[in-house]
């Protein structure tokens, strides 16, 4: 269902105490994820599936009102020097759907309201999207967003050889990779 006025109190509320619980926990960083149709995206971000009339809809600026407004209460809410990641999906992949121009749009904005990097991947908002998957083929975007917005990015997806990886960050394409799939099937990856 659509999530309304309580609910959008209610679920910035939940982001921020379990910042303040992970803060207590000893976690380093704090990460909101805000892509591959996780509420901010679905619900909100995007206007494919946005039909709402009220202020979280419509404009970019409505639609990216809920999680501007989560990551302030964030920010608020942990240690000034604590790191501050959001994640986003650059782009849907289809020519009507969220794009790279939106994305540094958000990133500027994002960075303006705190956060310290953007993990930058795509796609996984709409099915059967014509993604073409290849060795770094989300690299371009990460570099995109560092390049015109100043904000710190990763680069995810299908990095799988060490070298790879380190040509990333020496070339200055992003700041850090993000790794999961390839530590899943080789823990020992970072040796190499």
Same mark, same amino acid.
């Given at each position: 269902r659509r999530m309304d006025? &309580?609910?959008?109190?209610? +679920? *910035? !509320?939940?982001?921020?105490?379990?910042?303040?619980?992970?803060?207590?926990?000893?976690?380093?960083?704090i990460y909101c994820y805000a892509g591959h149709g996780m509420t901010a995206a679905i619900q909100f971000i995007l206007k494919r599936y946005n039909d709402?009339?009220?202020?979280?809809?419509?404009?970019?600026?409505?639609?990216?009102?809920?999680?501007? &407004?989560?990551?302030?209460? +964030? *920010? !608020?809410?942990?240690?000034?020097g604590t790191p501050l990641f959001v994640r986003i999906s650059a782009t849907d992949w289809v020519d009507?759907?969220?794009?790279?121009?939106?994305?540094?749009?958000?990133?500027?904005q994002l960075k303006a309201h705190g956060v310290d990097l953007v993990d930058v991947s795509t796609g996984g908002n709409v099915h059967n999207a014509p993604i073409k998957a290849t060795p770094g083929f989300q690299v371009p975007f990460a570099t995109a967003i560092r390049t015109e917005t100043g904000i710190m990015t990763t680069?995810?997806?299908?990095?799988?050889?060490?070298?790879?990886?380190?040509?990333?960050?020496?070339t200055g394409e992003a700041d850090a990779v993000f790794m999961a799939r390839e530590f899943l099937r080789n823990p020992r990856f970072p040796l190499y």
């Open positions: 006025k &309580e609910d959008i109190r209610n +679920v *910035r !509320k939940w982001h921020r105490e379990a910042a303040l619980r992970a803060k207590r926990a000893g976690f380093d960083i709402r009339t009220d202020e979280y809809g419509g404009t970019f600026a409505n639609r990216t009102r809920f999680l501007l &407004e989560t990551v302030e209460a +964030v *920010r !608020k809410a942990i240690p000034t009507d759907g969220w794009n790279l121009i939106d994305s540094v749009e958000l990133c500027t680069a995810v997806g299908l990095i799988t050889e060490p070298e790879q990886a380190d040509h990333i960050i020496q």
